[in-house]
């Protein structure tokens, strides 16, 4: 027996888990761009992390880890993140399922047999919503392609169980959603949306603030004498510009929100064209560790000092940015 939720409709995107929102919201009839649910879950961040013995050895996130749970909490949603402490996790998401509803559950990419990735991320968010019984496969809804998957329950498994990082946690957890009351004015929610993002990027306590890109700053220069620079910087690359972000470290989807947030909060006005332009310094930065990364025996000490300098420069306009909407919305 083959059962799939017949009105839920794939569409890909940018990033996993805000496509994931989009795509579970557009089921319960609520039409939000992936930028909206980004925005709403206030997806900012920066954190660097040096990581010896490790490769890459230095590397920044741009992404709150927290979104999808922030995005559902200020959304109106009915929702828990479930995790499976004994027996088969398979069954409560099929239960799910049989009940119409469609599934987010977290994933490793290099055990899902679609994906064929040779590096583990245990952090990947997909839908599933349906299964086929008699070839024992779950059908799934992935931002990253243009066509609806299917993967083997076994591997699905693995894929859901993996203890690679980074990690969600163990329990192969899961998100049980539904949409009895969304806000019926979501003026509210980006206000708080935006407040909230506003908080945490200039609280220079917080592990994911602004404050970060300052000792990023300090240390890129330092960064010459590591042995694996050249994955570092191409890594760094890859998490500025690919990896889901949309382009620009999340900050050109995150001024698509803005646009559409101006529209609700008229105090917001404006501030996604100067978001767009961070967008695109982050992506000028981009460039830099990409070239760096493809270095050669060549002295990459003042392409790093630029990096540095530009990296400065981005955190002096986002702080602009933040300090204006925390002024404005009060």
Same mark, same amino acid.
């Given at each position: 027996?083959?059962?799939?939720?017949?009105?839920y409709?794939?569409?890909p995107?940018?990033?996993?888990?805000?496509? *994931?929102?989009?795509n579970?919201?557009r089921f319960?009839?609520?039409?939000?761009?992936e930028?909206?649910?980004?925005g %709403?879950? *206030?997806?900012?961040?920066?954190?660097? &992390? &040096?990581?010896p013995?490790?490769?890459?050895?230095?590397a920044?996130?741009?992404?709150?880890?927290?979104?999808?749970?922030d995005f !559902?909490?200020?959304?109106g949603?009915?929702?828990?993140?479930r995790?499976?402490?004994?027996?088969?996790?398979w069954?409560?998401?099929?239960?799910?399922l049989?009940?119409?509803?469609? &599934?987010i559950?977290?994933?490793?990419?290099?055990?899902?047999?679609?994906?064929?990735?040779?590096?583990h991320?245990?952090?990947?968010?997909i839908?599933v919503?349906?299964?086929?019984? +008699?070839?024992?496969?779950a059908?799934?809804?992935?931002?990253?392609?243009?066509?609806v998957?299917?993967?083997?329950?076994?591997?699905?498994?693995?894929?859901?169980?993996?203890?690679a990082q980074?990690?969600m946690?163990?329990g192969?957890?899961?998100? +049980?959603?539904?949409?009895?009351?969304?806000?019926?004015?979501?003026?509210g929610?980006?206000?708080?949306?935006?407040r909230?993002?506003?908080?945490?990027?200039?609280?220079p306590?917080?592990?994911?603030?602004?404050?970060?890109?300052?000792?990023?700053?300090?240390d890129l220069p330092?960064?010459?004498?590591?042995?694996?620079l050249?994955w570092?910087?191409?890594?760094?690359?890859?998490?500025?510009?690919?990896?889901?972000t949309?382009?620009?470290?999340?900050?050109?989807m995150?001024?698509d929100?803005?646009?559409?947030?101006?529209? !609700?909060?008229?105090?917001l006005?404006?501030l996604?064209?100067?978001?767009s332009?961070?967008?695109?310094?982050?992506?000028?930065l981009?460039?830099v560790?990409?070239? &760096?990364?493809?270095?050669?025996? *060549?002295?990459?000490?003042? %392409?790093?000092a630029?990096?540095?300098?530009?990296?400065r420069?981005?955190?002096?306009?986002?702080?602009?940015?933040?300090?204006?909407a925390?002024?404005? %919305?009060?």
């Amino acid at each position: 027996m083959r059962k799939v939720i017949g009105n839920y409709v794939h569409h890909p995107g940018n990033h996993c888990g805000s496509t *994931a929102l989009s795509n579970v919201c557009r089921f319960w009839g609520l039409k939000l761009s992936e930028p909206f649910c980004l925005g %709403l879950g *206030a997806g900012l961040a920066f954190r660097y &992390v &040096v990581l010896p013995g490790m490769s890459p050895s230095r590397a920044f996130f741009p992404r709150n880890h927290s979104l999808e749970q922030d995005f !559902l909490r200020r959304s109106g949603a009915k929702w828990k993140l479930r995790v499976c402490t004994d027996g088969d996790p398979w069954k409560p998401v099929r239960d799910e399922l049989d009940h119409g509803h469609p &599934v987010i559950v977290n994933c490793d990419i290099f055990d899902l047999g679609y994906f064929q990735s040779k590096t583990h991320f245990n952090a990947h968010k997909i839908v599933v919503f349906g299964y086929d019984e +008699e070839k024992q496969s779950a059908v799934i809804s992935d931002s990253e392609f243009d066509e609806v998957q299917e993967e083997p329950l076994e591997s699905l498994a693995r894929a859901r169980g993996s203890r690679a990082q980074p990690s969600m946690g163990a329990g192969s957890p899961w998100f +049980e959603i539904a949409f009895p009351d969304p806000p019926p004015d979501w003026s509210g929610p980006v206000r708080e949306a935006v407040r909230a993002q506003a908080e945490m990027l200039l609280d220079p306590r917080h592990p994911d603030s602004l404050a970060a890109m300052e000792r990023a700053a300090a240390d890129l220069p330092g960064w010459a004498a590591i042995p694996d620079l050249s994955w570092s910087a191409r890594f760094a690359y890859q998490i500025i510009e690919k990896r889901g972000t949309g382009g620009g470290a999340f900050r050109k989807m995150y001024a698509d929100f803005l646009e559409e947030a101006g529209c !609700l909060v008229p105090e917001l006005a404006g501030l996604s064209a100067e978001m767009s332009e961070v967008a695109a310094q982050w992506t000028r930065l981009s460039g830099v560790f990409k070239t &760096v990364s493809a270095l050669e025996g *060549a002295s990459p000490e003042a %392409l790093l000092a630029e990096a540095a300098g530009m990296l400065r420069s981005i955190h002096e306009s986002e702080a602009r940015i933040f300090e204006t909407a925390r002024q404005r %919305l009060g």
